[in-house]
């Protein structure tokens, strides 16, 4: 599948996907008022909607219906939004997608009952499957996503962890387990699976879905850490270098604390114990010591020099091959079709992306 | 029930409750580590643990066992503790039973996450209830749990807009709406119908306890501020006053700035705009106007003067009459029980209590 069609299925599901979360919450009696708007603010906001396109992809490929799909689709896009509010809150990240976050808007407080609201929400529509998928896939599904939340609050927890511990004596292995906890299994194993679920597939096929979608995740996150340093900035909708100010433990940061002689980790390690300045506007916190421009620079300067940029893009290659390998086990006996191709042209969009 | 047996019923459904919770965690392969330590630590501080206690009580006195209500038991103090975690993010409170509350330990990232890590585990036991309550009943309760949440969230989205707007023109039926939502239903209305769904109750039954419930749960909530006023601080766990230098919408400040002439209600409003000073510790943030002990006094003397407490305290006795009335409906045909005598004794204790 080219680019550009790949792009166009991703916007038709997007579109589908929002008009199913808005029925759904124009439908609750209860759902009136700003609670309720905020809740659509992030998804109202130009983004990829990439969850939903593989669950309705996956579940298509299988030989299921779109209208099945739908409402697990939008609970997947609910989850990942009221993460993202919550991990804006965490991580104190000022823009998300081109605007400021939901707490740089209303406050911490807001933002925190808003994700809350969304999570509780979420529940509703994953219950209402009893009625149309049955009894059985409702629960499996249920199953599904109470793993995928789970793994996401510890995959969170594990990198609070290591800021909170300043810890960079780690390999790319901890790497891995931490973002395929974080974000591969909500954005994309849950996906896989619920799609799969919902179209009846076999446990061997669902088996080979999820790994597909394991090394995609982790091939995904990587190629975003790799954009979050390399990207056009009003292409990406983030701040280039954010997670260079917020200390992120990326697999780039890493390979380059590691490749580094002792004098040079030690400064790099100093200038990642400062906090980001604060907010524009927010007046700062006098007792702490903040990261300059300086401190980034030497961050970037380090990552360069020690080739880390390219070793994270030949990891991400290598995670795009297994899913590669993954996806051809996956699809064997099923027929052709666009879905199935959007599936595994996900693996070169993916690495080739730049937003 | 004599009050000292009350408490010895409360103890004793707690200490179940825990060792449940605990076996829950421990069974769980992937719950290692410091995530899971702190969430248990809101949950293992000294409370009265008054949900699960209630859901064990209507489960028992309507025939069910005690083993079957358990693992929903220990849901609902899970679910109760995500919420004063994530609520004290948001009201930014410094102390919770007795100690300094998470955000405050570990910080807001950390808090936010531990409460969503909770949130997301919570689901696991009620999957579970399939394999031994039956999938009916257990997606019943699932059903329970997604209302319950959805209510807490927007009753702390309407209290967070009233804060935001500063809005005080206010009677007590728009206080009962939100606390009814914020409170009432997960900790009164959902654990007496998760409990009478275990024990197999109809559904009139079921209705009638509900209306005890809500009508216990509003007379609970004003109790609640009244001895934020009032209470002995040791015995009371948390700060006295701190309604006040929250800000907090309480029945009490709601009937005082009805009552006041405008002139004083003018210098309350202004007083009530200001924040509370920042914990001990940290730096002020300079542009901000921060109440004074002097601003407090104020708002404690318009409280006094006109009398609030006292009306609030007439809400909460006509409250617990009408829970007495629902009671006495809902136990019609029911053969006596402790457990029916420790819901019935749970009215007075909810007035009579002072912590």
């Given at each position: 599948?080219?680019?550009?069609?790949?792009?166009?299925?991703?916007?038709?599901?997007?579109?589908?996907?929002?008009?199913?979360?808005?029925?759904?919450?124009?439908?609750?009696?209860?759902?009136?008022?700003?609670?309720?708007?905020?809740?659509?603010?992030?998804?109202?906001?130009?983004?990829?909607?990439?969850?939903?396109?593989?669950?309705?992809?996956?579940?298509?490929?299988?030989?299921?219906?779109?209208?099945?799909?739908?409402?697990?689709?939008?609970?997947?896009?609910?989850?990942?939004?009221?993460?993202?509010?919550?991990?804006?809150?965490?991580?104190?990240?000022?823009?998300?997608?081109?605007?400021?976050?939901?707490?740089?808007?209303?406050?911490?407080?807001?933002?925190?009952?808003?994700?809350?609201?969304?999570?509780?929400?979420?529940?509703?529509?994953?219950?209402?499957?009893?009625?149309?998928?049955?009894?059985?896939k409702a629960l499996r599904i249920l199953e599904v996503v109470h793993r995928m939340a789970k793994e996401s609050a510890e995959g969170q927890a594990i990198e609070l962890e290591w800021i909170r511990e300043g810890a960079f004596d780690l390999d790319d292995a901890d790497y891995v387990r931490m973002v395929e906890k974080k974000t591969g299994h909500y954005s994309f194993i849950a996906p896989v699976q619920i799609g799969g679920i919902i179209a009846g597939g076999q446990a061997a096929r669902l088996d080979a879905l999820a790994r597909f979608a394991a090394a995609l995740g982790v091939a995904f996150q990587i190629q975003d850490d790799v954009l979050n340093l390399t990207a056009d900035e009003g292409r990406y909708g983030k701040e280039i270098g954010g997670d260079l100010w917020e200390g992120k433990h990326t697999l780039i940061l890493m390979h380059a604390m590691r490749s580094a002689p002792e004098e040079e980790r030690a400064r790099a390690r100093a200038i990642l114990r400062k906090k980001r300045p604060p907010y524009a506007g927010a007046s700062p916190w006098p007792s702490e010591a903040l990261k300059s421009e300086d401190d980034v620079a030497f961050l970037l300067a380090l990552i360069r020099r020690h080739g880390s940029v390219a070793h994270a893009q030949g990891e991400a290659r290598r995670r795009a091959g297994e899913a590669v390998t993954a996806l051809a086990a996956a699809q064997s006996g099923l027929g052709p079709s666009v879905h199935l191709d959007f599936l595994s042209g996900l693996v070169d969009y993916v690495i080739d992306r730049d937003r």
């Open positions: 599948m080219r680019a550009s069609d790949l792009v166009d299925y991703l916007h038709e599901c997007r579109a589908l996907t929002l008009a199913e979360l808005e029925a759904m919450i124009s439908r609750e009696t209860a759902c009136r008022g700003v609670l309720y708007e905020r809740m659509l603010e992030y998804p109202m906001r130009s983004a990829k909607a990439l969850r939903p396109a593989i669950c309705i992809a996956t579940c298509r490929a299988l030989g299921g219906r779109l209208e099945a799909a739908l409402p697990s689709a939008a609970v997947l896009e609910l989850y990942h939004n009221a993460f993202l509010i919550h991990d804006d809150v965490e991580d104190g990240s000022e823009r998300r997608r081109d605007k400021p976050t939901l707490h740089g808007v209303y406050g911490v407080p807001i933002a925190v009952n808003v994700g809350d609201a969304m999570l509780a929400f979420a529940l509703g529509p994953l219950l209402d499957n009893t009625r149309t998928l049955g009894v059985g």
